[in-house]
């Protein structure tokens, strides 16, 4: 009991922050049907800014120069993701993306695999090598005790997050004039384009958002983590599996495939911690081979 | 206006342009270069200082993977995952030679690495002859992950992160000194890319090459033509699986060590990287493009240890946006106005 209570706590947050990533990834793919291995990157250089205020602002873990109350180390951390997904977001689609947008599907995913290769040592040149640890927002909260064992709250707070970000994706998408001209230009480029619709406008909000949702994931792990080069690796392919198994261009597909992927992977971790990693790919691979387009996207059903 | 004008008037087509005619007639000026290359790279080896030939041997290596991913790369198939027989083909070499099996010669081990990833081929083609588009680049990272977690995690069979040793006794009988090994296994390495390079100039040649090339401009119409569309995939997988293998084997031989990271995604994605470096305008691109690319990464590995994969990416992205043919493109506009200026 105790041990399934623990994998549930570490698989929720676990999925937390996976959502956070691959809703940005499956997202873009709906939009621009692009899959941008240069998202992990966006993570990491989400984490490393947001480390690096926190450690700017907070030396140490006292107030520094600024003299901010501590508590606003959480809008730091968001302020953060905003900072990068507004900014290499619309950089990156604009300067280069757009460009490939329409010559398939393989050259573009190269091309961000190259962006992804440079903004991996983009990250190395700004803040170094050397391991980032800002945990103030993680020790602030400190822990709760749920059945008898200690559990920290931080990750409670990724999960908040996450589900606030999900929120606002599907208000977005439902309730907005954005969401229902990304819906237009979705099923339909071509006639959206006839429309009126300005579709290479379309993308670029699209990515920025989906920037953002990876930067955000990148912002609030950071304190749980040590932020270090080669960050991104590591979540790029981890959101590959997400999106694959909730199905490409799904966000609640995502939702489901990250509290999937996190669980059982708190589950191996806890019982065959061999198979940690392994049981993610076997269950990618499994999902791929016999539902291609993951557990929620059907052919006819609509995207998103 | 004919179609093959048409297809490549297409705007969706004239950014990734295909070689126009993979025929042995428009070719042999290329061919007879790659002789003329071949002698050379073979005449001057003996010249040529230790850490040369073990650079220019791994790039041959790794060329034969970059080969297979361009042999599927030519039927708008990116495999994304050919770090999977790469290690397959590493680690049976690493595997044999740990669990005691006889023979300690690379020779046969390299077959017997090239074997077992042509069976791996076989197997996960089953499956994958049927995707197409993101769902195939997906489904062979999925494969090569799984590789991936098994090597790493596996630690008393696989050693782990530390690796296996691959160091065979001699090559083909020879039991080369310290000071003559490298030349060894260039010499060795060399005969067989040759070899092999040469079966894949014949392969685009040959109706299933021309196949992989109408699959690249519509499935549909080679459907209706009466060839088996999944037919040809599959063969041309198994056939790049075997290739990746091969290059895995002989890559783990000159290197003497084999780790997890030769089936890690990012193995992978370089693969795709020096294919599309190199351009899949002929079965000689990949090979001028591993070369090249390691001799960039050598040189911009040691110049600034922190720049080099932005040097790199951002080579792949002024080759994608500006040269979409690759290196081999570059050099083909170059022949063509040479000969040009003879004329003139």
Known sequence: MEQ???????????????????AGLTFIYGVMRILNVAHGSLYGLGAYMAAWLVLRLWPGGAPGALALPPVWSYGVLLLAALIIGLVVGPLLERVFIQRVVDRGEVIPLVLTFALFLMLEDIMKLIWGVNPLGADLPYAMLGAVSLAGVNYPVYPFLLTGVAVVAAAALWLIINRSRFGKLVIAVIADREVSRALGIDVPRIYTFAFTLGAVLAALGGAFSAPMISVVPGVSVE?????????????????????????????LRAAAVHYVPELDLFVIYALMTAILLVKPRGLFGGVEVRRI | MTLEERSLAAPELAGRRLPRALGLLEASGAVRAA????????????????????????????????????????????????????????????????????????????????????????????FIARYRGIFFGMLSTAFTMILYSLLLKLYWLTGGTDGLAARPAGILGLQPAADTLRL?????????????????????????????????????????MGASVRQAIYRTYVISGALGGLGGALAAVAVGHVAPDLAYWTSSGEFVFVALFGGAGSVFAPLLGAVVFEFVRNYAFKLSPYTWQLLLGSVLVLVILFAPGGLWSLLERLAQRARGGKRS
């Not at chain 2, 030939?53 to 041959?60: D, G, I, M, P």
């Not at chain 2, 060399?190 to 021309?210: E, N, Q």
């Open chain 1, 4 to 22: 399934l209570l623990r994998v549930a706590v570490d698989g929720l947050s676990f999925a937390s922050y996976l959502f956070l990533v691959s």
């Open chain 2, 35 to 126: 002789v003329a290359v071949l002698v050379v790279l073979a005449l001057v080896a003996p010249l040529l200082p230790g850490w040369l030939l073990f650079l220019l041997t791994v790039a041959f290596a790794k060329g034969l993977v970059v080969l297979g991913v361009v042999l599927l790369l030519r039927g708008d198939l990116v495999s994304f995952g050919h770090g999977l027989f790469y290690a397959a083909g590493a680690y049976t070499v690493a595997f044999a030679l740990r669990w005691g099996v006889p023979v300690r010669d690379a020779a046969p081990l390299v077959l017997l690495g090239t074997l077992v990833a042509t069976v791996v081929a076989a197997l996960v083609g089953l």
């Open chain 1, 235 to 263: 979540v790029i392919i981890l959101a590959f599996a997400v999106t694959t198994i909730g199905g490409l261009g799904s966000i609640g597909g995502a939702a489901i495939g990250a509290l999937l992927v996190g669980v």
């Open chain 2, 184 to 224: 060894t296994q260039y010499y060795f390495v060399l005969v067989l890319t040759a070899a092999v390079t040469y079966g894949a100039y014949r392969l685009a040649a040959s109706p299933l090459g021309y196949l992989m090339r109408a699959i690249y401009d519509n499935e549909v119409r080679v459907e209706y």
